[in-house]
């Protein structure tokens, strides 16, 4: 009970500070948003090419995965600034749970993932989004987990680096190669005119496994062996950047 309250009060606070100034949340919304209205509509020619019936169905679970990746990956940069105005000097003093400190802050950045998300769907539905429901609310789920790896690891980064100068270059260099081999815009496969050598690399991608579970979820299908390993990675990726970021909060705070 006393670590879900001390999560609880780093959450409410990190949440008031994001709804008095909601600028990022814009900003975070506002890529994919761009991409749906002006990219979208070239890939509806092309349906029937990437083997899909509906472009959207397609292309909006990639969207997803972007703003998972994009919206929490840049996390670090206000604990960077937290740590500058003397704010994580004033919790390492406190009895606080270090995980805590970090759980709280993953929180926010979920809780404020799943508003983009829904929003990115409802207006994915004017341009034609066709699919199952259920599929798109565990699609959003997997989305969630994918971005509270992504907020974790990118926190513990910051607060290793505890600067913009080089945080910045390091994720921008994550994010470019991770953006272009997941197939988010286009599927990377051999059907499509990809090189082998593309092919092959883009297979060492795990996120590449989430954008095509949740494509599969998008249009219905929840049994098959393509959901079963987007879902198995996302599982690790996210086990994965709490452990990473619990442990560096630890170090640094102890």
Do not use: H
């Not at 949440?15 to 919304?29: K, S």
């Not at 970090?102 to 989004?129: E, K, N, S, T, Y």
């Amino acid at each position: 009970m006393l670590f879900a309250t001390e999560t609880g009060i780093i959450f409410r606070r990190q949440m008031r500070l994001n709804l008095r100034n909601p600028a990022w949340v814009i900003i975070g919304l506002a890529q994919p948003v761009l991409y749906l209205a002006l990219f979208g509509p070239l890939l509806t020619p092309l349906a029937q090419q990437i083997g899909v019936a509906n472009a959207y169905t397609f292309f909006v679970p990639g969207l997803l995965v972007q703003l998972g990746l994009f919206g929490a990956l840049f996390a670090g940069f206000g604990l960077i600034a937290e740590w500058r105005e003397g704010v994580i000097e004033a919790e390492r003093v406190t009895p606080a749970s270090r995980t805590a400190l970090l759980l709280g802050r993953v929180l926010r950045d979920v809780v404020l993932l799943f508003v983009q998300g829904v929003v990115l769907i409802a207006l994915a539905f004017l341009f034609g989004l066709t699919g199952s429901t259920a599929g798109m609310v565990l699609g959003l789920a997997l989305t969630m987990l994918l971005g509270g790896a992504c907020s974790a690891a990118s926190n513990a980064l910051a607060l290793t680096t505890k600067s913009e100068d080089v945080l910045a270059p390091i994720l921008n260099s994550i994010a470019l190669p991770v953006l272009l081999l997941s197939g988010i815009l286009l599927p990377i496969s051999t059907e499509t005119g990809a090189p082998q050598w593309l092919v092959t690399l883009s297979d060492f991608m795990p996120t590449k496994y989430i954008v095509n579970a949740i494509r599969e979820l998008f249009t219905g299908e929840f049994w098959n062996i393509t959901v079963f390993w987007g879902v198995f990675w996302t599982l690790v990726l996210f086990a994965a950047g709490l452990f990473v970021g619990t442990r560096t909060f630890r170090k640094e705070n102890a």
